[in-house]
């Protein structure tokens, strides 16, 4: 018997299968063979959520969430954050191997040349309400993008997927930044190719009749804390984008399925969830008390805990030590005392410890944003900026993906056995 393998015996049968181990994984499709049966369809394993379902091979992203270790494609999240540009960590998670000078050359002049949009886009956006949510216009408008680039449909031709994932990482930060300017009654303000990545979206954001002086510390915090949410693995978002993407949509209706995901309070919507609850706190001396509330099962502290990581955060980390430069800028929000003094009390109470529940991403970077001059409902558009490389790449690895097919998990039917339509005079 093989010493990488699993012997199961179906007590129901008496028989013994021997199943092959592999990455500590066994394929859930050999479970099938084991049946009680000629007529049984064979055995599945149930797993909402998929709370122990490896659903693909990937390169690009680990986590150790016991250790509080993330790198992409090997490299540690705090030299990425110390030393890369957003744009080679874009680069990075999509090649597989940092830029040399030439490509991040190449790659940097393909993105600047596609950030314009069609003016009908314009047009999109003046269609929603004067009160729209962000995240609600951006998953319309890069949806939209799609009848645009109808050329995106071919997603077997490898050159056809670069152009479509330039064109996604160009256009982005243009409608995030016309969103922006919409909720705010401003003038959209165009592209400057002249600025970097980061230095154009902020000028289209915050440029006053043309003019806008850029403060370099929050440009580069900003930057940050886009790399630092550029790929997490297979979370919420990135999960829908492959599987929306595995039916062989366009990339710009995948990705904006993923931002869909992000919008929801239990994913890329906590951060403004965590503004909303320091907001419902108000002050430091209520703090026993919502603790208490959280405790009794009456809602979350938002911003805590983690589906993977079961210490600290290692981004939460490093986005506490950004948020120092920022408000070293800024000036203090005032929110931070409540927060400071949230984690302190929860970091130290049983019901966080039993659980290993810490800080997430989520806990600061909302603080940062606000101060920044971000609104609330924003924070999420930043989010989303911040993930589509991740998006990006993971949508290509699916594609290249020999294993993968169109995603269709089973259901345990739990509903009626047949029965006999019954006349509505009946009923
Ligand atoms: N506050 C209070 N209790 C919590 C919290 C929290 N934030 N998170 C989990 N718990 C408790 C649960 O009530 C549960 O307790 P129980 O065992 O007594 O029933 C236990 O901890 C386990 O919780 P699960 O819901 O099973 O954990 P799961 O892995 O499914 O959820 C999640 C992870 C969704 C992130 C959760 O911790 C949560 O809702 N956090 C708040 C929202 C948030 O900050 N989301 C951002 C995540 S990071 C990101 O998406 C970028």
Redesign the pocket.
């Known amino acids: 018997m093989a010493s990488d393998s699993l012997s199961i015996t179906d007590n129901r049968t008496g028989k013994v299968y021997e199943l092959p181990v592999s990455d500590g994984t066994i394929k859930a499709t050999d479970l099938r063979q084991i049946k009680t049966g000629p007529e049984d369809f064979g055995l599945m394993t149930y797993d909402p ?1 998929y709370m122990n379902t490896a659903a693909c091979r990937s390169a690009i992203t680990f986590i150790d969430g016991d250790k509080g270790i993330l790198r992409y494609r090997g490299y540690p999240i705090e030299q990425l954050a110390d030393k890369a540009s957003f744009l080679e960590v874009a680069y990075l998670l999509a090649e597989g191997e940092l830029p040399n000078q030439e490509q991040l050359a190449k790659w940097t002049h393909d993105i600047k040349f596609h950030t314009y949009v069609h003016t009908n886009i314009i047009k999109f956006l003046e269609g929603f309400r004067y009160d729209a949510h962000p995240m609600g216009m951006l998953l319309g408008a890069i949806g939209a993008l799609s009848t645009f680039y109808p050329d995106a449909k071919q997603i077997k031709d490898p050159g056809n997927r670069y152009i479509q994932r330039v064109r996604l990482l160009a256009k982005l930060p243009t409608i995030a930044a016309f969103i922006f300017r919409q909720s705010r009654g401003l003038p959209y303000d165009f592209p400057d190719n002249d600025l970097d990545y980061i230095g154009n979206y902020v000028n289209m954001m915050f440029s006053i009749g043309g003019k806008h002086r850029p403060n370099k510390v929050l440009q580069r915090a900003l930057e940050i804390l886009l790399i630092l949410h550029a790929d997490h693995e297979q ?1 919420c978002s990135t999960s829908a984008v492959r599987s929306v993407g595995s039916s062989h949509v366009d990339p710009f209706s995948a990705v904006s399925a993923g931002i869909a995901a992000l919008y929801g ?4 919507g ?1 951060n403004e ?1 965590v503004l909303e609850m320091l907001d419902e706190i108000g002050d430091v001396k209520q703090i026993p008390a919502f603790v208490a509330k ?1 405790k009794r ?1 009456e809602g ?8 993977v990581y079961k210490s600290y955060d290692p981004r939460a980390k490093l986005i506490k030590r950004t948020a120092d430069e920022v408000f070293a800028e800024t000036g203090l929000n005032p929110k931070l005392e409540i927060a400071l003094e949230l984690e302190r009390i929860a970091l130290e109470d049983e019901y966080f410890i039993s ?1 290993k ?1 810490y800080p ?3 806990f600061y970077s909302g603080l940062i944003y606000q101060a920044m001059g971000y609104p609330t409902d924003y924070f999420t558009v930043l989010f989303a900026v911040g993930r589509l490389p991740g998006w990006l790449a993971q949508w290509e690895e699916m594609l290249k993906d020999a294993d993968q097919k169109i995603a269709r998990p089973r259901q345990i039917y739990t509903g009626a056995d047949e029965r006999d339509f019954i006349p509505i005079e009946k009923r």
């Open positions: 959520a979370n309070p239990l994913h890329g906590a969830a959280v099962g979350r502290l938002m911003g805590f805990g983690h589906r659980r529940l997430n991403v989520d």
